[in-house]
């Protein structure tokens, strides 16, 4: 992990480890230090049972990627949040213990794409504050811009089938959800990808 990562503490719920893309690129700017990400056993199984559920045939791969996650984000994991739970209101209780995680950890964000389920009013006492992936990832793209851009360029040299040029990678961030990080990189910062 880089050597950054003291900045903030992000909750990241299931359905931003859901899409492949989103989940890589959050874990790749968590990795470079760009943000300290935070997760519990209960969000891993959420986002590997409904992958699971939408695409059994993948059960060695998903299972891989959270042993990984484990394994390489050892600190990521939180506990000990389950006393807190009782005391919270969200419009869906199942996701109290997102929150009770949150507060257990002292996050800044919780990062999620069902900010519905999230309103505001609910996270003030907390110091919290519900960002979408998108935006988050933007907003960090443009915290710490060379940086991102390294994260961006390395990606882009990972990924080979299909390989992408840097106006593929801005088309792919864009049909996987992620326009306003697609913007931040489109166009005056293709010269970080050479």
């Known amino acids: ?31 470079a230090g760009l943000f300290q990400a935070r997760w519990t056993e209960r969000i891993l199984d959420e986002w590997t049972g409904n992958l699971l559920k939408a695409r059994p045939d993948c059960e060695a791969s998903v299972h891989a990627q959270q042993k990984k996650m484990r394994e390489v984000f050892p600190e990521a994991l939180v506990s000990g949040f389950e006393h807190l739970e009782a005391g919270l209101s969200l419009p869906d209780p199942n996701d109290k213990h997102v929150l009770a995680a949150a507060i257990q950890c002292g996050a800044q964000h919780i990062v999620t794409d069902n900010m519905q389920d999230f309103p ?75």
């Open 1 to 31: 992990m880089g050597s950054v990562a003291g900045r903030f503490v992000v909750l990241l719920d299931a359905n931003v480890l859901y899409p492949f893309r989103k989940r890589d690129l959050l874990l790749r700017f968590y990795d």
């Open 120 to 194: 505001q009013p609910k996270l003030n006492p907390f110091g919290i504050e519900a960002t979408e992936a998108d935006a988050f990832l933007a907003r960090i793209f443009d915290l710490y811009t060379a940086e991102a851009m390294t994260v961006l360029r390395n990606l882009r040299s990972h990924y080979s089938n299909p390989p992408y040029s840097p106006s593929g990678l801005v088309r792919d961030l864009t049909a996987k959800g992620m326009p306003k990080l697609a913007a931040r990189v489109s166009p005056t910062n293709f010269l970080y990808f050479l």
